[in-house]
């Protein structure tokens, strides 16, 4: 098992940035893929961006494309999600969330065992 907690987020105007951290612990050795997911008041989690941890593939959602940029440091088993032109609704609670196999679903939340407990993202316009 591979327990996981979010740190850096934070209240910021429109335009501003964040940089999202996920450290890792546990079984870290098993993992295999890392992803950030965020939950906007009201509505349904949604996928935002992921990687393969050895391999270094990434996915990202194309409301956050250009904006976003996911990275890792192995040494640390951290994961990161750096924010960029931040906009009102980019607004949510984020979550990075991880598991030890292969998901070719990546993109649904169903498919990751572990999860932090969240980091706040507020945006103001």
């Known amino acids: 098992q591979v327990q996981l907690g979010e740190s850096g987020g934070g209240l910021v105007q429109a335009g501003a940035s964040l940089r999202l951290s996920c450290a890792a612990s546990?079984?870290?050795?098993?993992?295999?893929?890392m992803a950030w997911f965020r939950q906007p008041p009201g509505k349904e989690r949604e996928f935002v961006a992921a990687?393969?941890?050895?391999?270094?593939?990434?996915y990202y959602a194309d409301s956050v494309k250009g904006r976003f940029s996911i990275s890792r440091d192995n040494a640390k088993n951290t994961g990161y999600l750096q924010m960029n032109s931040l906009k009102p609704e980019d607004t949510a609670v984020y979550y990075c969330a991880a598991d030890q196999h292969y998901r070719a679903r990546y993109q649904y939340p169903s498919e990751y065992l572990s999860w932090g407990p969240g980091t706040q993202v507020t945006v103001s316009s």
């Open positions: 990687f393969t941890w050895s391999g270094g593939i990434t």
């Open positions: 546990g079984r870290t050795s098993a993992l295999y893929i």
